[in-house]
């Protein structure tokens, strides 16, 4: 019997997948726990459609990410702090830290997972840091840390 799989089911197929499972298994098993649809023309149809709406959406979702990296890139932050002797900072500066100036004095929501932070900034100056806003675009933040008075 073939038909579609609503959800991922180990060892037979992913969401989305037309395949051919035993008539026996899909009648007992898959179609009570609504695991699959049989796969009729109007089914593949509805396939078809949803596919092309999850397309459109990444597609949108892709150039939003270019306009907000292109709106980051302009943005230069600057953060204060207590330093030590030789521009060394008491304590550091975190990605959470950058992802709430941003929220606060921009008005910029970006999560703090999304900057690729390798190790706090423990230093004055400025830092170029990246920031992964969709698997296909990056940018990067320019974070200027001064000695807070």
Known sequence: MKV??????KGQGKKGEVKEVSEGYARNYLLPRKLVVEASAGNMNSLKEQKRRDEERKVVELEQAKKFAEQLAKLDITLHSKAGEGGRLFGSITSKQISQHLK?????????KKIELDEPIRSLGVTK?????????????SVQVLEEK
Do not use: A
Request: proline content about 7%; glycine content about 4%.
């Open 4 to 9: 579609i799989f609503q959800q991922d089911v």
């Open 129 to 141: 840091i990246p920031v992964k806003l969709h698997p296909k675009v990056k940018t990067t933040l």
């Open 104 to 112: 606060r004095e921009q008005g910029i929501s970006l999560d703090k």
